[in-house]
């Protein structure tokens, strides 16, 4: 597979196209102001993105999407901002895509079609203040009381959980002890407002300040017990499986990131004039520029890559096993490949590449966070071991 198709390649025209138009102008005052832009996700939704992975029956595509059309969404949102393509990345892979796998009919009925409309967004909280890498470290219960859950605990750093729109998030918390003397852990579904479910103030980050993340607080939280995810106990494998598909995901919106990089800094190298002649003369300069063009062509690669594999597990050509390595592969590098185009990028543009004027420095600051989130890069480099067959 060396080119997309026809249609995803048509597809990514008009995303950007609409990031261009609708994000663009607006998005060095929304991260100066650590803004969400509640309006732009029905927008997002108008345009199917939302849906892209989703059968009609709920709104969705059907058959006219598949997982490389999303990639291809959030690498051309990620080119003009992390945190809109972080919102539609999570939108999809933590909101949407769980309750689609795992939700009964009714849960499915009445929740993905105003997810896929843009009406709401979901939110999905797997990492505790003390469980992110290990996060079968979870503390967070879930107790039964006749026809109701009743949770205690806390959740860090969750994406889309605190927005106008939230409808629900979905947490895993331990539910009982499996025979072995393991935690037994569930997925539960809590709606937004539910008493007992404290959403924190937002966090003061780094980067990402147009994306919504915050800590979450279960303070005797009831909910029905038909608020289950999928089986009872199976939450982490089911959370584990969600991750695979996340990963293919943050993949591309680094490559949106370095591409962006890639162009910013190619164009100043052009144009900044010093010593009387373009900067970009400079084999200082050029090579760093050429080092970036095959970091980015080699992050798109890994990434199709692994959308293509998605696509055919799908259509039953090709195994779980295949595709958890691809995406493995494609988020470790692409991710280090990302943080290295910004730096690059940001040196090429001297000291404007530290002023907020220049889109550089906010790709700099947004760039880190995609080496730590859903599975750090020490994470990802362990999980290719063990698809090398090394021990555990
Ligand atoms: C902006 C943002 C948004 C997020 N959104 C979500 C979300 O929507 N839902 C959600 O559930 N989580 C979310 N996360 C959490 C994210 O997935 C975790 O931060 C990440 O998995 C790392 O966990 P941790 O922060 O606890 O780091 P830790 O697990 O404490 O790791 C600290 C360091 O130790 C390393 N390390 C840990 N164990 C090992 C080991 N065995 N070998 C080698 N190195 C190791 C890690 O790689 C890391 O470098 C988000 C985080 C951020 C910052």
């Avoid at 806390?154 to 409808?167: D, P, Q, R, V, W």
């Avoid at 629900?168 to 499996?178: D, F, I, K, L, Q």
């Avoid at 590449?353 to 550089?360: D, I, Q, R």
């Amino acid at each position: 597979m060396f080119e997309l198709s026809q249609d995803h390649e048509d597809f990514r025209a008009v995303v950007r196209d609409f990031a261009e138009k609708e994000v663009a102008p607006n998005i060095a005052k929304w991260d100066a102001a650590s803004y969400f832009p509640t309006d732009l996700v029905p927008k997002m939704g108008d345009l199917g993105l939302f849906g892209l992975v989703v059968p009609e029956e709920y709104g969705g595509a059907g058959d006219s999407g598949d997982f490389t059309s999303l990639c291809v969404a959030i690498e051309e949102l990620g080119r003009v901002d992390q945190s809109i393509g972080i919102t539609l990345s999570a939108g999809v892979g933590l909101g949407i895509n769980p309750i689609l796998t795992y939700g009964t009919e009714e849960q499915k009925q009445r929740f993905l079609p105003d997810l896929v409309a843009g009406r709401t967004l979901a939110g999905f909280g797997l990492t505790e203040p003390e469980a992110g890498s290990d996060a079968a470290a979870s503390r967070t219960r879930a107790v039964r009381d006749g026809d109701e859950w009743v949770i205690d605990g806390a959740k860090a750093f969750i994406t889309n959980s605190g927005t106008e729109i939230t409808s629900v998030v979905t947490v895993t918390a331990r539910t009982g002890t499996n025979a072995d003397g393991s935690p037994e852990i569930s997925a539960i579904m809590v709606p937004a407002g539910t008493p007992g479910f404290i959403v924190e103030p937002a966090y003061h980050k780094l980067g990402w300040h147009v994306s919504d993340t915050h800590g979450l607080t279960f303070e005797g939280c009831r909910v029905p017990v038909d608020n289950l995810l999928g089986e009872p106990g199976q939450g982490f494998k089911q959370f584990l499986k969600t991750l695979d598909d996340g990963r293919i995901a943050i993949s591309a919106l680094a490559v949106g990131c370095a591409q962006a990089c890639l162009e910013l800094a190619t164009d100043y190298a052009k144009t900044r004039i010093a010593f009387g002649r373009p900067i970009g003369v400079n084999q200082g300069i050029s090579f760093q520029l050429a080092d970036l063009a095959v970091m980015v062509e080699g992050a798109r690669l890994m990434t199709y890559k692994a959308a293509w594999l998605k696509d055919e597990l799908h259509a039953g050509r090709r195994s779980v096993a295949e595709v958890k390595h691809a995406a493995s592969i494609a988020k470790l590098y692409s991710t280090e490949a990302a943080v290295s185009a910004t730096r690059i990028a940001t040196q090429v543009f001297g000291g404007n590449g530290f002023m907020e004027e220049y889109p550089v420095a906010r790709f700099y600051r947004d760039a880190k966070i995609l080496e730590i989130g859903e599975g750090t890069s020490e994470v990802q480099r362990m999980l290719i071991a063990r698809g090398l067959g090394l021990p555990a």
